[in-house]
C-alpha cells in the first residue's frame, strides 16, 4: 500500500511540483488553475487600477459665464490696494465681539456700522442700493438689478468676532496690529477677524462700492445680509434677516436663487502627493450638539481622597471620548468628491489611490485620521471646550462639569453620537443642552449655474488652484437661510496652509495684503459672473408640465393663435436643460422656446385690469377662465415679470413671425 501510493506520487511530481509532493495529478492541476488564477485576478486588478489611475478625468467641467475672458478686474493702483487694507485693519480695530448669547459687544458694533457707513458713503448714498437695519445692528442690503428676470442671490458675511483668547500668544495686538512685514516677506493684515470674518465683510462692501462709484448698477439683484451674532449662533443677527429678507422676496415676486456665506477657503499642501491648491468649496455643512458631562463624588478633606473623585471620573470619561472617537463616516458624504475631484491633480502613486476608492477608501480613511484637520471631513468631531471642577486646592469637590462640543457629519446622527457619548463615560451624566442637524448637499453638477459662477469667480482670482466641493467642518449663518434656497455654498477666497488653518479661532489671525487684494476681486467677479447669466436665460425655473402646456396650447389654438414654433413640448425649459439643448436646437429656436410663455400675455390687448404686468400668475395657472381674471397687484415668484425682460439683448430678438404672435390680441 505505502509503495503503491509513493510510486504514484512520484509520478505525479515530474509535472508540476518540484521535490517531494503527496498530491495527485488532479488535485495538482486544481491547486496550478487556482494558482494562476487568483494571480491573473491580482493583475487583472493591478492593471485596471493603473488603467482608473491614467485615464482619470477632471469632475469639474467649467461653464464660459461669458466674464471668463474679460481682463477688466476691478482696476486697482498700490495705493488702492493699500487703502482697501487699511480700511480692513480699521474694521479689525472694532472690538466687536461675541463672547455669549447674551453678553455681545453691541455698542462696539454700532460703531461699526457706522464705520461702514463712513467709509462706503457711495453706496450707503446710492439710488440703487436700499439698507435696512435688522434688530438694530445686523446688516440687509438690497442691491437693485436692472433686469428683474432673473432671480436674486445672497452674500453673507458676519460683523462680529471670537475673543482673542490668550492675548500673550499674539505676536502683535489683536485688534491694533495694522500692516505687519513678516520674515516670509509678505504684507500681513493682523487682528482678530481678520480671515472670520471681516475680510468679507469688506470685501464685500469694497466690491459693491467700486460698482455704485464706477456706475455699474448690477443686471441681477443681489442682497446682502451682515449679521451681528454668527459666532453665538446668529439667533438675533442672521435668523432675523432671513425673516425680513423671506418678506422682501415675497414682496418683490422674487425667489433666492443661491446664497454664498463663509466657509471653507483655497487650501494647500493639505493632502500629501496633491500639489495644486484646492478651492475647497463647503456644499454641506456638520451639524452641531452641544453635550453637558456632570460626575458626582464625595466631597472630602483632600488629605483622605476619595479613590474616585468627580473630577477623576469625569477626566475619565473624557479620555475615554477623545479615545473611541465618533466611527468614520468615510464615503457617506461629500468628503468622497473632494478627493474624486481632487484626484486627477494628484501624484500617479495617489491617482492609484484615488481613482480606486472602491478598493481603497479603508486606506484612505486611515490617512484622513492621521491629521485632526482631514479627519474632521470623514467624521462627527468631538471637541472638548470647557471643564471645571474644584473650589479650593484641599477640598476634593463633589462635581466636576465638562462640556463637548460635536460637529455631526452629515451621514451621521444625533442619536448614535449621544450613544456612543453615554457608552464612554458611562459613569457621567451626559445631557444634550442644544443641537442641530447638518444641512442638506447643495447641487454641484457642472450644470448648477450658482456653483459655477461661485467656481469661476475663485478661478479667475485663483487660476492654478482646481475647485472641489466638500463638507463645511465648522458651522455658519447658513442654518438660517436654509428655507430660502437649496444651493447654498460655503467659500471665501482665503488662501490657507494647514498651519493657517488654525488660526480661526486661534493665534496670530492673519490676512496677507495680496490675498485679501484677491478677496476683493472675488466677490467683485462674483457680482458680475452672476449677471451673465442672463445672456443665457433666466434663471427662475417655471416647472410646466407636459399636460399644463397642452392645455396652456389648445386655449391659444381656440384664441386663433398660431404657433411659429414648430416644437411646443417644452416652452420654458429649465435652464439646465436648454443648455443641455442648445447645440442640437437653433439658437432662434431655443430662444423662442424660452420667451414663449413669457410673451404670450404681455401685451393682452383686452386684459381687464390693464395692471396685470405687475404681477403675473404661474403659467401653469394661465387657464381659459383666468384670462378673464387676471390678478392685479399680486406677484408670483416662479413667473418672471414681463416689463423688464431684457429685450436688448440679442437673445430676445423676435423673427418677423413671433413678432406677430407677441403682437396678437388674445381673446
Ligand atoms: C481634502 C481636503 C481636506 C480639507 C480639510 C480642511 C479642514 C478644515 C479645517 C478647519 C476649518 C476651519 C473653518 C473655520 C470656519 C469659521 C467659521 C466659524 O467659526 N463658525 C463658527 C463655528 O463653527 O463655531
Not at 495 to 510: K, Q, S
Request: aromatic share 8%.
Amino acid at each position: 500500500m505505502m509503495r503503491k501510493h509513493s510510486s504514484h506520487i512520484e509520478a505525479g511530481s515530474s509535472s508540476c511540483c518540484s521535490g517531494t509532493c503527496y498530491c495527485s495529478k488532479k488535485v495538482k492541476v486544481t491547486i496550478c488553475v487556482v494558482i494562476w488564477t487568483v494571480i491573473a485576478v491580482i493583475v487583472a486588478l493591478i492593471l485596471a487600477v493603473i488603467i482608473k489611475a491614467a485615464t482619470l478625468q477632471e469632475l469639474f467641467e467649467r461653464m464660459e459665464l461669458g466674464a471668463r475672458d474679460d481682463p477688466v478686474f476691478m482696476s486697482a493702483t498700490e495705493q488702492e490696494i493699500l487703502e482697501r487694507s487699511q480700511r480692513l485693519v480699521d474694521a479689525i480695530s472694532y472690538r466687536t465681539i461675541s463672547f455669549s448669547g447674551t453678553n455681545l459687544s453691541l455698542e462696539a458694533m454700532t460703531d461699526f456700522g457706522t464705520f461702514l457707513e463712513r467709509v462706503f458713503p457711495n453706496l450707503h448714498d446710492s439710488d440703487f442700493v436700499t439698507f435696512t437695519p435688522i434688530n438694530t445692528y445686523s446688516r440687509l442690503y438690497r442691491i437693485e438689478g436692472t433686469e428683474k428676470t432673473l432671480n436674486p442671490y445672497l452674500l453673507c458675511a458676519h460683523m462680529d468676532v471670537v475673543p482673542e483668547g490668550d492675548f500673550d500668544l499674539w505676536t502683535h495686538d489683536p485688534f491694533d496690529a495694522g500692516i505687519v512685514t513678516e520674515s516670509d516677506g509678505q504684507d500681513y493684515i493682523f487682528g482678530r477677524g481678520a480671515i472670520d470674518d471681516k475680510h468679507a465683510v469688506l470685501g464685500i462692501m469694497e466690491a459693491l462700492e467700486y460698482k455704485v462709484v464706477n456706475k455699474e448698477q448690477p443686471k441681477r439683484t443681489f442682497y446682502i445680509g451682515f449679521g451681528h451674532d454668527e459666532e453665538v449662533s446668529g439667533y438675533l443677527g442672521a435668523a432675523e434677516i432671513s425673516i425680513t429678507l423671506e418678506k422682501m422676496l415675497k414682496d418683490n415676486g422674487e425667489e433666492l436663487d443661491f446664497l454664498l456665506d463663509e466657509g471653507m477657503f483655497v487650501v494647500a499642501d493639505i493632502i500629501p502627493g496633491i500639489n495644486v491648491p484646492l478651492i475647497y468649496i463647503g456644499v454641506a455643512e456638520k451639524g452641531w450638539a452641544v453635550v453637558d458631562l456632570d460626575a458626582e463624588g464625595d466631597q472630602v478633606h483632600s488629605s483622605t481622597p476619595p479613590l474616585e473623585s468627580s473630577i477623576g471620573i469625569l477626566a475619565h470619561g473624557v479620555a475615554n471620548m477623545e479615545d473611541n472617537k465618533q466611527p468614520s463616516m468615510f464615503g457617506k458624504g461629500p468628503e468622497i468628491d473632494t478627493l474624486r475631484y481632487a484626484a486627477p491633480h494628484a501624484t500617479f502613486l495617489l491617482k492609484m489611490i484615488l481613482g480606486n476608492l472602491w478598493l481603497f477608501s479603508g486606506l484612505v480613511s486611515s490617512a484622513l485620521e492621521l491629521s485632526s484637520q482631514t479627519d474632521s471631513i470623514q467624521r462627527t468631531t468631538t471637541a472638548v471646550t470647557i471643564f471645571n471642577a474644584g473650589v479650593k486646592e484641599n477640598v476634593v469637590p463633589s462635581q466636576a462639569h465638562a462640556v463637548v462640543n460635536h460637529r455631526i457629519h452629515p451621514s451621521d446622527n444625533l442619536e448614535d453620537v449621544l450613544e456612543l457619548d453615554r457608552e464612554n463615560a458611562d459613569r457621567v451624566k451626559v445631557t444634550l443642552r442644544d443641537s442641530f442637524p447638518p444641512s442638506e448637499v447643495s447641487s454641484y453638477s457642472n450644470d448648477v449655474i450658482p456653483f459655477q459662477i461661485v467656481v469661476n469667480s475663485a478661478l479667475e482670482v485663483f487660476p492654478d488652484a482646481k475647485p472641489v466641493p466638500g463638507l463645511m467642518v465648522a458651522n455658519t449663518d447658513t442654518f438660517h437661510y436654509k428655507n430660502l434656497t437649496d444651493k447654498i455654498y460655503r467659500f471665501t477666497p482665503v488662501y490657507n496652509l494647514p498651519e493657517d488653518i488654525a488660526r480661526f479661532h486661534g493665534i496670530d489671525e492673519r490676512i496677507s495684503v495680496d490675498i485679501y487684494s484677491k478677496v476683493v476681486q472675488f466677490y467683485y467677479r462674483l457680482m458680475v459672473n452672476a449677471d451673465f447669466d442672463v445672456k443665457i436665460a433666466p434663471t427662475a425655473q417655471v416647472e410646466v408640465k407636459p399636460e399644463e402646456v397642452e392645455e396652456f396650447l389648445e386655449i391659444l389654438e381656440e384664441s386663433d393663435y398660431e404657433s411659429p414654433i414648430n416644437n411646443t413640448d417644452s416652452n420654458l425649459l429649465p435652464l439646465t436643460k436648454v443648455m443641455e439643448e442648445s447645440d442640437e436646437n437653433s439658437a432662434n429656436e431655443t430662444d423662442s422656446h424660452l420667451m414663449i410663455l413669457q410673451d404670450i400675455p404681455e401685451e393682452p390687448n383686452e386684459n381687464p385690469s390693464n395692471e396685470t404686468d405687475s404681477g403675473l400668475p404661474p403659467s401653469q395657472d394661465i387657464l381659459e377662465e383666468d384670462f378673464d381674471a387676471m390678478p392685479v397687484n399680486e406677484t408670483y415668484s416662479d413667473m418672471l415679470p414681463l416689463e423688464s425682460a431684457p429685450k436688448d439683448l440679442d437673445l430676445y430678438d423676435l423673427t418677423p413671425e413671433e413678432e406677430t404672435f407677441s403682437n396678437r390680441t388674445i381673446d
